[in-house]
């Protein structure tokens, strides 16, 4: 690996000191659009990412398939890249590992690593496993991977809501101690969850916000350190191509296209 990686890499670990936003970028172009706005890095969503490639998230598009997009992703810009691998695109610890050095050849520095399988959350025991493989495979490539363990307690609504964030904070220390460089909790933003969450992991915090979720402010004043929009700015964004569709299709119309951003700007981005 070059030394060029290796210092993105621990330019990304400092960027979780203070609080930092991540508008998810699902291609190339918008990967510029979201780090020519002033984002410090880049994040993939792997909905985002799967649908433009046509396959459904949750872990179906596949190991090559989503490297060669975040490689696409790491050459569009300069800022920092790390990368929604969702479970490792694979059953096998050794499978994710072979996953994280596919990401780390592309140029990402970082990647979320998902603890839901296809059966519902994988044990304990199993996803450290998994987060252990995928640090060894950073270590032999001797890049700080910025190893953000996901957990899916909150998302899935998992178990007794009594109990939930209690398992939450178990696993978020099994995983601390696997070698995850932050945990990533989805699904919860209510201010009394999240600042519990902040004072039980010795992790950074990151949380997925969107409408109706706490500014930016707030969540940082309770600690969070990364906060991800997830598959919103791609949801919103085919929102558009589905209205102007329907638009022109059914009035003739055209209205839905006003606010679109201009060709220039768009192809000088591109270029």
Do not use: C
Request: glycine fraction near 12%; charge should be negative.
């Amino acid at each position: 690996m070059t030394s060029d990686i290796k210092a993105k890499a621990e330019l990304f670990h400092t960027l979780h000191d203070g609080i930092l936003v991540l508008p998810n970028a699902w291609d190339a172009i918008s990967a510029r659009l979201v780090a020519d706005a002033g984002a410090r890095a880049v994040a993939t969503t792997s909905a985002g990412v799967a649908w433009s490639l046509g396959a459904a998230d949750g872990g179906t598009l596949g190991q090559d398939r989503a490297v060669d997009l975040i490689a696409r992703v790491v050459a569009a810009v300069d800022v920092p890249v790390t990368a929604d691998i969702e479970g490792g695109y694979s059953d096998t610890p050794d499978g994710v590992a072979k996953t994280v050095e596919g990401v780390l050849a592309a140029g990402a520095v970082g990647v979320n690593l998902e603890d839901a399988g296809a059966a519902g959350l994988r044990e304990i025991a199993d996803q450290a496993e998994r987060i252990a493989a995928a640090r060894r495979a950073a270590d032999a490539a001797d890049v700080p991977l910025f190893l953000n363990a996901r957990i899916d307690t909150y998302l899935w609504r998992v178990g007794d809501p009594d109990t939930r964030l209690r398992e939450t904070l178990t696993r978020a220390a099994a995983y601390a101690d696997a070698g995850a460089s932050g945990i990533f909790v989805p699904g919860v933003t209510d201010v009394e969850t999240v600042a519990a969450l902040v004072e039980g992991t010795t992790l950074p915090l990151n949380v997925m916000a969107g409408p109706g979720a706490p500014d930016v402010a707030t969540l940082a004043g309770l600690g969070v350190s990364r906060i991800s929009l997830g598959s919103g700015i791609a949801q919103a964004a085919y929102a558009v191509v589905r209205r102007a569709a329907r638009q022109v299709l059914s009035d003739g119309t055209y209205d839905e296209l006003a606010d679109a951003l201009d060709y220039g700007e768009l192809n000088g981005l591109s270029g």
